[in-house]
Each structure stands twice: as structure tokens, then as C-alpha cells.
């Protein structure tokens, strides 16, 4: 399963999938097109872990700073999204 949505007034997207790295659902956010987590419910909905890039990440490809507020309403659309799914 892999699906999309996008924040279009702060140019946030989200790609959610099943990756084989991980047993459940997961949600990546980009911003610009540029990675800024990954949101894992492998421990369950309760207890969900975000991930940011590693240092193996390509330094164009991540996001290296964001406005706070657009952070927070991205971390919380992305933990919206995967309680929906």
C-alpha cells in the first residue's frame, strides 16, 4: 500500500507505506521535496517513534531546518493520518 497526501498551504507531503523494513504502516514527511522524518506504529498507535535522516542520508535530499510551527502541524497531521489509515 502506498498512498500520498499533501499540506498544499505549507508545502508539506507525506508518502504513507508498508515498507518492508518495518511491520506496520509507516508515514514519511517532505517538505519541498526534501526528507524531515519518518513516523513508525511499529510499538503500536500509543507509542509511535519518529525517525530523522541519518548521516548516510545525501545532505540535498533532507531537511536541515523548519519553522516550528509548520513542524509541529506536520508531525501532527502525519500521526493523524496514520490513526485514520
Given at each position: ?16 507505506s ?21 513516523l ?5 498507535l ?10 548516510s ?12 510551527a ?7 497531521l ?8
Amino acid at each position: 500500500m502506498i498512498g500520498f497526501f499533501m499540506m498544499k498551504n505549507v508545502g508539506i507531503e507525506f508518502l504513507f507505506s508498508s515498507d518492508c523494513n518495518y511491520e506496520k504502516l509507516i508515514i514519511e514527511a517532505y517538505k519541498d521535496g526534501k526528507f524531515m522524518f519518518l513516523l513508525n506504529q511499529d510499538d503500536g498507535l500509543d507509542n509511535l517513534r519518529i525517525e530523522f535522516p541519518n548521516s548516510s542520508m545525501i545532505d540535498s535530499s533532507i531537511l536541515t531546518e523548519i519553522n516550528l510551527a509548520t513542524f509541529e502541524e506536520a508531525l501532527k497531521l502525519a500521526k493523524q493520518l496514520l490513526r485514520d489509515k
